[in-house]
């Protein structure tokens, strides 16, 4: 095991360099210009923007640009953003902690509604409640989230008036709620389909018949025979489902106005703050990549068949 | 964690209590699933029963309704689609039937325990053995985790796997298949049941182990006094083990007789077949008989005999009439003990 | 040496398809996969549902004058600035109401199917190509080249979809059609490579591979004839879905304001538009809002149907 680990870590070293390089590439070989950007329409001196290029480091080549960056990074500097001179670490502590719990908040309510639902419309494939499981989940894959959000925001803020239609700078928890419902209900509808097929489709095992013959309590061969079965496809999902969490969280905080990375990144994006976009989905991919390894590490442990060498 | 009534750890003397009635009889009993092609009439009307100590084997090939009448034994047919339209089954005289779910599932496991033909899937791949093992003790008396596992390693022991304290934390896929298939024997023989039903316990494993097999269970049966239901395709196995023998063909009994009399005098043209089919070293290099045809598609079994259309011997009756399940008698008339057959020309069968 | 190749060809569908069914049986199921497949779509409600929905739909984006005779950019300020919709006036003009600017929204929304549906194919078909391509190079040679191309899928799949769109597209002052196209194909790619991958190393194991390597077919034409088609069943399916899931893309980012933009009429842009009335007129947002979701469930159902038809074993 410890082994394995090992392996997957080093194996994590390309595909980091690879997708910072990626953005990175995106963000310094497409057109447009930080500098320019900073100074808007004005015209400016030729010679004064060649200058303060230099002094970035932005005329070198986009390799040495990059190699800059990633030494930084090592030294766990994240650069400095170009307009407010502040840090990008500091834009990064502010917003991350933000879309971090909306992720998770709705990482864990896709996670618990969508495996009940799914078991509980497994249990009786083909039944009523089946079919409803199955028009639901098609329902919100096919409404996109932003559609879901604008919804979700006219009925219970304008409508009903139970929330604030903008989350504070702060994020409270239960300004959270909405947010993550409509940042997880893609993914919801994804883990109950799964759960759905995988517990229906066990339920017809041999050892599920073996644990009726055994004389056990009902609850005990679902919850212990069947679901450490069905729950194997499952967790292989919730771990990549991390990571789209994190980067669907841009189009959820653009609603509800979080103050998130999303935001962050959309700021960036528009002043053309390259460190501060590249620093952010570094940290993303990292989640992801993290997310990927535990989830695969979790999968040995329900699944004994599973041998890592 | 459900706790029933404790148990001593001496087994009590089997049979002794009730040794009028039958440990089990199956009285009637018809089971018909419901598909989108019809209905399929898997059991119609067996009856059969068992006593403490005695083997019953029950043959038949695939369809035949033996696999489908143990499980509605043990309580575990899939309903829907199955059914049970008619029929009783007595365990110790009670209707198991009429029983509540949770008086059924008190019985399953802990008086009445099953071996499944295919023990790696029958088996959770996900759990250890010795977690599978000890859920008996662990549901049934209430133990705790570790007395449990002592338990398991106990039950590994009996069924003679080797280094069982070392092996058991491995899961299923981590033993051979004899292995598997003694880890299942345990698991039914935990708690000491009545009556074990074994589905083809055998049928999965190579031919050497396939004996060892047999006889460890055979030596169990016989060191606890239990009831044993043995269903199998393959009348070469059961021959040392069973004491009597019922011969089941589209949902029905067609022969039933003590084991060493049906291998001598078969009653049925069918049993006479099958016994035919069994490769002998006496008739080294001579062609090996086979029953003709196909065994019958439950949604539309024939009229009259269900094997007229395969049956060496059938005559015009056969096609028309439905043959009852006659006692057998010598040709004087003296009854023969326990020997009935569903053959229209049985006389001729037994003694032609 | 051809004939024997289309022996073994002949021999390869056998294991997808039953030998001989016993006599007893209704029909002979000797029916090749796809046969088969469309033999249970035919009478599945969610494949038809889905198939006359996207017929249509395809037939607005062809030839959206055949749905109205409106102009979808003619705008009347003056007469219908936010007008409400007047619910049966079917297939008419005000049918939808009018937005901001005063333009037919019936008229958009038929309209707005061309670019919609035109980004989700095209973004669909170069991912099919590309995924397909790098999915079978890597599953069927495996070793160093897998290594490699497994990375460059790893990275491109770390890489959130949506936020990768986000950074490619800012950077063009134009966002046409084909930019869309090409960026979101460029980030898209990874899901079919991964499936296609998987499908080729089971294949490549099958015994009718096998038996063409060892009549000494060339690769080329193992990987065109015998391991192509048989791979594609899967890639179908998730091309299918994904297809969906481009329609949804291109509205969100559209809504982002990143997507494609005015002139061009599309579903996206008039959400994208219609935020800022949401108070007052929610129809605005919700009406292509409502064509997103239908085209987006149409080819859900349409993948779902198909995958069903090709694996009963997922029912």
Redesign the interface.
Known sequence: MGRYVARRLLQMIPVFIGSTLLVFSMMYALPGDPVRALAGEQAVDPVQIAAMKKELGLDLPLWHQYLNYLTGLFQGDFGTQIATQRPVAEEIARAFPITIRLALFAFVFTTVVGIAMGVFAGLKADMLRDRTLLLITLLLISVPSFVLGFLAQVFFAHQLGWVDPNVSPEAAWDELVLPAVVLGSLSLAYVARLTRTSVAENLRADYMRTAVAKGLPRRRIIGVHLLRNSMIPVVTFLGTDIGTLMGGAVVTEGIFNVQGVGNAVFQALRHREGSTVVGIVTLIVIVYLVASLLVDLLYAVLDPRIRYA | MITIDKKTDVPAPRGAEDSGGSLLEVRDLHVEFHTRDGVAKAVNGVNYSVNAGETLAVLGESGSGKSVTAQAIMGILDMPPGRIPKGEILFRGEDMLKMSYEERRNIRGRKIAMIFQDALSSLNPVLSVGYQLGEMFRVHEGMSKKQAKAKSIELMDKVKIPAAAARVNDYPHQFSGGMRQRIMIAMALALEPDLIIADEPTTALDVTVQAQVMDLLADLQREYNMGLILITHDLGVVADVADKIAVMYAGRIVEQSPIHELYKRPAHPYTRGLLDSIPRLDQKGQELFAIKGLPPNLLHVPAGCAFNPRCPKAQDVCRTDFPALVPVTEQDGTELPGRRSACHFWKETIHG | MPEALEATTKDATAPESVPAA?P?E?DARARSLWSDAWHDLRRNPLFLVSAVLIVVLLAMAVAPWLFTSADPRHADLAKHYLQKPNWSHFFAEDWFGYDIQGRSIYARVIYGARASIAVAVGVTALVTILGTLVGMLAGYFGGLLDTILS??T???F???????A???L????ERKLWVVILSLAFLGWTQIARVARGSVITIKQADYVVAAKALGASTSRILLRHILPNAMAPVIVVATIAL?GYI?AE??LS??GIGLAEPTVSWGVD?SSG?EQ??NA?FV??IP?VM???T??AF??LG?AVRNALDPK?R
Do not use: N, Y
Request: proline share 4%.
């Open positions: 016993p007893a209704k990375r460059i790893d990275v491109f770390g890489v959130p979809f949506i936020l990768g986000m950074v490619v800012t950077s063009f002052e969906g949804s509205a969100t809504f982002l959400i935020q949401l108070r929610a947002l919700i809002s997103v979701s239908i987006v469930l859900i159902m779902d997922l």
